[in-house]
C-alpha cells in the first residue's frame, strides 16, 4: 500500500495518530509474513510487535527508499529468522536437559475440515524448509510480492529468488506428497 508522504512525515515528527495509522495499514501484511516464517506460535505477536517497534526507532532515519510494507517485511523476515536460530538454540538445550518440546499450538476449526487438514499440513511443510527458502516463498506465494520486490526485500538477486523459490517449491511438494 502507497502512503502518502504526509502520513509518515507527521509519524516522524512523533504523531502517535499518524504512527498507529501507518501500524494499522501494515499490520496484516506484517503478521501474514511473521507467521509464514514462524508458523501460527505464540511468537508470532511478539515478533510482529518488535517489527513495528523497530520501526518507531528507526522512523527518522527511513529515507522512504523502499515502501513502508518492503521495509517492515525486510523486518520481519529478519527478525523471524533471529527468532528461528534462538528456537534452535532452545530447542538444543531442551534435548540435552531431555524436557520435551511444546506442541504447535491449537488452531482455528471454524472452516471445512478437509481444508483446514490441508491448510494446517501446509504451514507445518514450511517450518520443515530451511529459512532462506521460506523467506521466498512466504514473500512470493503467500504475501503475493514479486520477484522484484522479494529481491529488495531480502537484499538479494532476483535470479536467486526466482531459483529459491523453484527449490522451495519442489521440497514443499516432496514433504507434502510424503504426508499426502
Known sequence: ???????????????????RQLVEEHEALVRSTVAGMLGDTGETDDVAQEVFIRFYKAL????????????????AINLSINELKSRRRRSRWLSVAGTAERGLSAEDNSMDPARQD????????????????????VLRLIDGYSVKET?????LPQGTVASRLARGQQK?????EKWL
Open 151 to 155: 529481491a529488495e526485500i531480502l537484499n
Open 172 to 176: 514443499l511438494r516432496e514433504i507434502l
Open 118 to 137: 490441508m491448510r494446517d499440513a501446509l504451514r507445518k511443510a514450511l517450518q520443515l524448509l530451511e529459512p532462506d527458502f521460506r523467506a521466498v516463498v
Open 1 to 19: 500500500m502507497h502512503r502518502s508522504p504526509d502520513v509518515l512525515e507527521r509519524a516522524r515528527q512523533g504523531d502517535q495518530a499518524a504512527f
Open 60 to 75: 527518522k532515519d527511513f529515507r522512504g527508499d523502499a515502501q513502508i510494507g518492503t521495509y517492515l517485511c525486510r523486518i
